[in-house]
């Protein structure tokens, strides 16, 4: 069980990191977008 729980924490912490890339990755095409106009 005590396994289960680390891997639950782990697939957590992979599931923030995308949501961290994701919000980056929206701010670069923000800032692209920007510099276009």
Do not use: H
């Not at 891997?7 to 800032?31: D, P």
């Amino acid at each position: 069980l005590a396994g289960n729980c680390l891997k639950r924490t782990i697939l957590a912490g992979n599931c923030l990191k995308r949501t961290i890339l994701a919000e980056n990755s929206l701010k670069r095409t923000f800032l692209a977008e920007k510099c276009l106009k």
